[in-house]
Every structure is written in structure tokens, then in C-alpha cells.
């Protein structure tokens, strides 16, 4: 036996992944994290969910209170000091960790940040550049729809994620992505932004649900709660119809789940 036949011979260790829920998919969007579990089983991964995880600080972080965004940050990192990879469904989060926390930190803490950044993956990142996830050996059941896709500022900017899910919707669910003409504008929500300052938020949300109608996709999908709950709710309350879903829904062909803003 060569070298090559005893490596394909012998048994991979799977990739240990520790899901990083985020706030938003525990409290209004579970099924973007059990979608999230099952496309990382998918690639492959063991997956597991630390129960201790909270808030990564985000909230506190962006409104300038750091005193009360450290002990988050410190808690997050000592919980997920131990897996292989961290992944997070959302850029805001996974930017958070990445960016953030050696910014936040100092001492032993920001080099334990450091470490923990360098693992740390947004969802369509690690499926497409770390897993390598395969195309399901069989075509999807379901009609395939129109879809048009929303970049959050953060993946987009913090994290350089692009391409990404389009090339992960191409590959797994055979969609093509009908692209907004102004694809790199933010929608407006921006964590707290939208609280402090409503009308350009408002203003900045109907910017975006024009450019999105005007696709004419039966879905928008992105891979950020905030952004998709600011759109999905702008739309209802101005009764327009496009049916809002995480790109993990998608990708794990979960329609079945009401949509964003749809259903109790």
C-alpha cells in the first residue's frame, strides 16, 4: 500500500464545530439553527451547542458600554475555548467574535481572543470554504424559486463575504440569484441605529424593499436575523409579498417553517 492509498484508507477525525446559536435564531428563529445543525452534519462536522451561551456583547459593544461587553466577551471565549471551529448563522456575530473582541480586550484576554477569531466562521463561509460541503446527490423535490439575496453590512464589510452564499445556493438548491441593483447598500436596521434614528432607518428600509420588489424573487434570503426581521416587517406593515428567509432555511430546503414575519 503507497502513501496516498493509506491515506484515503485510513478513517478521518470529523471537524468538531460548536454552533454560536446568536440571540436573535434563540429567541424568534429557531429553525435557522436546527437548519444550521443539519447542513453542518451535512458537511460532515460534529456538532455541538454549548449551553452556557448568552449574548456575545454585541448590543453593549456598539452603544460604547464596555463595561458591561468584557465579562460577555470573557464569558463566550472561556466556553468556546475547546472546539475545533466556532460558527455563528450571522455575520454581526461572527464579525463580534472575529473583530471585536481583540479590539475590546487587553492582556492574556485579547490574546485568547485572538486564538478564538482565528476558528471562528460565519455559516456560508465554513459550509464553502472550510467544509466543502457536496450537492445533494439527488435534485430538490420542491419548485425552485426566485430569490433575491441581502448582504448584511457586517459580513459584507467585517468579514468580506460575498460570494459565499451565492455560490452555496447555486450549488445545493440549483438557484440562481436575481441581484438587487444596489446590493452593497445597508437596509437600515444597524443594531440599535434603527432605534436611535427611525426615519433615515425607515427611509433607508424602504430604499431597500423597492430595490428588492422590483427583482421580482418569490424570496429574499440573507444571512442576517437583524437585517431580515427590519425587512420582513417593513414589507408587512406596507403589505407587500416576498416571503423572507435565512439562506440555512433555504440551503437545508426548509419552506415548511412559516416565513419571517408569517404565521404565530
Known amino acids: 500500500m503507497n502513501e496516498r492509498d493509506r491515506e ?12 454560536f446559536v446568536t440571540c436573535l435564531a434563540d429567541l424568534f428563529r429557531p429553525s ?3 437548519a ?4 453542518l452534519e451535512r458537511a460532515g462536522c460534529e456538532v455541538s451547542v454549548p449551553l452556557q ?7 453593549a459593544y456598539n452603544s460604547g458600554n464596555y463595561e458591561e461587553a468584557v465579562p460577555l466577551a470573557q464569558q463566550v471565549i472561556t466556553m468556546l475555548a475547546d472546539a475545533d ?3 455563528a448563522p450571522s455575520g454581526s456575530c461572527a464579525g463580534m467574535i472575529c473583530h471585536h473582541y481583540p479590539r475590546l480586550l487587553e492582556g492574556e484576554w485579547r490574546e485568547r481572543a485572538l486564538e478564538l477569531a482565528a476558528k471562528t466562521f460565519e455559516l456560508t463561509v ?15 423535490s420542491a419548485a425552485i424559486p426566485s430569490v433575491a439575496y441581502h448582504d448584511g453590512c457586517a459580513g459584507l464589510r467585517e468579514l468580506d463575504i460575498r460570494e459565499q452564499p451565492r455560490q452555496l445556493l447555486r450549488d445545493l438548491c440549483g438557484i440562481e440569484v436575481s441581484e438587487l441593483q444596489q446590493r452593497e447598500v445597508c437596509c437600515g436596521f444597524g443594531g440599535t441605529f434603527c432605534a436611535k434614528m427611525p426615519e433615515i432607518s425607515g427611509k433607508m428600509v424602504d ?6 420588489m422590483a427583482t421580482g424573487a418569490d424570496v429574499l434570503a440573507g444571512g442576517d436575523l437583524g437585517c431580515l426581521l427590519n425587512i420582513a416587517g417593513r414589507a408587512r406593515r406596507q403589505g407587500k409579498k416576498i416571503e423572507v428567509r435565512h439562506i440555512a432555511e433555504l440551503l437545508q430546503q426548509d419552506r415548511d417553517t412559516p416565513a419571517i414575519g408569517e404565521g404565530k
Open 53 to 59: 451561551q448568552t449574548c456575545c456583547g454585541q448590543p
Open 36 to 39: 444550521s445543525i443539519k447542513l
Open 32 to 34: 435557522v439553527a436546527f
Open 85 to 87: 471551529y466556532v460558527v
Open 8 to 19: 484515503h484508507s485510513s478513517p478521518q477525525r470529523r471537524k468538531q464545530v460548536a454552533l
Open 207 to 212: 430604499d431597500k424593499l423597492n430595490d428588492i
Open 126 to 140: 465554513f459550509l464553502n470554504d472550510i467544509a466543502h460541503i457536496k450537492p445533494p446527490g439527488k435534485k430538490p
